[in-house]
């Protein structure tokens, strides 16, 4: 089965993409970050008709976050559980499959900002409330995908200038310290299982030539937990999106699982 992640930056603005994906990519899920619209305003007409169900946590304007997924899913949580927070982050929700329950979180991480700044603090608050629960949730399912636009560079080699850009947002000592511990819960970066071509992103900026010049950054993640591992077959960046006209300024991320 394949799952997927992917920042489209407006729904609105891009279903038309999301849909041409899905016809030549039918993965199995798909967590959407940053919709930008409310619940009542999804698109869930347009995707039953290409084939999936949706999970939505919508918000006006700003974040929103949904899973698509070819089968019905159960259990669903939106944002972190017992953390106060006005702000549509989160979306988590089972998938069965053959294999047993699959738990999925879809994320769109805090971007914060600068460090030093009050959405820096809200950034790793987040993240500290985020990890507490996920032990809880690694306790109930095994099965587990933790995946979403992380707004974190984990390492230098996911950065396109990471002398020029150390200890900026994205690169900083605490970021990458968070990202570790999530790790250290017994996920794993499917992405960095496999070898992978050098200067490989996710993300670039639309100003300055970003994407054509490749100054990009690896802040799309999808992390698997310790009982999925073994299956994890593949992990690829589909860099095809970003060369539509308007596109988002993240391309999908894919995991095959056996």
């Known amino acids: ?38 619940d009542e305003k999804f698109p869930y007409d347009a995707l039953k008709e290409a084939g999936y169900h949706a999970a939505v946590f919508g918000q006006k304007t700003y974040n929103g976050v949904a899973i698509l997924s ?66 809880e949730e690694l306790k109930v399912h095994s099965r587990l995908v933790l995946m979403g636009d ?11 200038d990471p002398v020029g850009l150390k200890d900026t947002i994205h690169h900083t000592v605490e970021e990458r310290a968070h990202f570790q511990a999530l790790l250290q819960l017994g996920l794993t970066d499917a992405y960095r299982l496999f070898e992978q071509p050098e200067k490989s992103y996710s993300w670039w900026d639309y100003r300055m030539l970003g994407f054509q010049k490749n100054r990009g ?27 539509n006209q308007q596109p988002s300024d993240h391309a999908p991320v894919v995991v095959t699982l056996d």
């Open 70 to 135: 070819r089968t019905p899913v159960t259990d669903v949580v939106r944002n972190i559980p017992m953390h106060s927070d006005d702000q549509s982050r989160v979306i988590a929700a089972t998938l069965d499959t053959p294999e047993g329950p699959l738990r999925l979180v879809n994320c769109y991480f805090v971007n914060g900002q600068e460090p030093g700044s009050e959405k820096f603090a809200y950034k790793l608050r987040w993240l500290e409330a985020l990890h507490r629960w996920l032990v």
């Open 150 to 160: 992380f707004n974190v560079a984990p390492e230098d080699r996911d950065s396109f």
């Open 1 to 38: 089965m394949q799952i997927a992640t992917w920042n489209i930056n407006s729904l609105t603005v891009r279903l038309p993409q999301v849909l041409d994906w899905l016809a030549a990519n039918p993965v199995d899920a798909l967590g959407l970050q940053e919709l930008k619209l409310v």
């Open 217 to 243: 950054l690896r802040i799309d993640h999808i992390l698997v937990s310790e009982a999925l591992r073994d299956g994890v077959k593949a992990c690829t960046i589909d860099r095809a999106p970003r060369k």
